[in-house]
């Protein structure tokens, strides 16, 4: 296992107020940050040189991704919108709008065909990026409270929301997992292999989990 950072590399200036979401692209060479002042920024974290700020949002951005091609990028926000850049313009590609609460939570499907919107609303959504139609191709309302994260591997969606519960989704079988944490779940991913899922939650712990049977392996 690599040693945990232990040295500041570089630090990135520019935005107004807070940082709510910031990620690495694909290839590592870019980040991608947003903030409260509404902006979304790439950034080249060697030089600590800001490439490019994309205004579009009316409100906070809480959420940024980028694409497998690190064409695109995504972001949603406080104006309950969802937004597909293009990176070398920074146009917008598509605004979708249907969600009725903020927008926690963004990625893209391994193709970067699909993206997937997760909301305040307590709903999932699937936008396909291929159709010049604005409305989702897929909503799912099985949360009872606020999706606070969305990660999609495959086939397979994981949601930490509010409740308390981490659902997992197969979506070419129509299949759900849920598995009860307690406190507010409020990031979740599948590890690189597929077979676990890493969970943070409001009660200041981390947690790895098998993905198959919901065992917990670590915390």
């Not at 979304?40 to 951005?61: F, M």
Request: with cysteine.
């Amino acid at each position: 296992m690599a040693p945990f950072p232990t040295k500041l590399e570089s630090t990135l200036k520019g935005h107004k107020g807070t940082i709510n979401s910031a990620c690495y692209n694909h290839s590592g060479q870019y980040c991608v940050s947003g903030g409260r002042d509404r902006s979304v920024r790439l950034w080249n974290p060697t030089s600590e040189l800001l490439l490019y700020t994309y205004n579009g949002h009316s409100r906070d951005v809480l959420t940024v991704t980028a694409s497998g091609d690190n064409a695109k990028l995504a972001s949603g926000g406080n104006d309950r919108s969802v937004i597909l850049w293009d990176v070398s313009t920074g146009g917008i590609l598509r605004r979708y709008t249907a969600h009725w609460e903020r927008v926690n939570s963004v990625c893209f499907n391994d193709q970067s065909t699909v993206l997937i919107s997760a909301s305040f609303d307590a709903t999932i959504r699937l936008w396909d990026l291929r159709s010049a139609n604005s409305q989702p191709i897929q909503v799912i309302e099985d949360c009872k409270d606020s999706v606070m994260s969305v990660h999609n591997r495959g086939t397979e969606l994981v949601a930490g929301c509010a409740d308390g519960k981490l659902r997992t989704y197969d979506i070419r079988k129509g299949e759900l997992q849920e598995d009860y944490i307690g406190s507010t779940i409020t990031s979740a991913k599948f590890s690189k292999d597929g077979n676990c899922i890493l969970a943070g939650s409001l009660d200041n712990t981390m947690r790895l989990m098998d993905k198959s049977s919901g065992r917990l392996l670590n915390e």
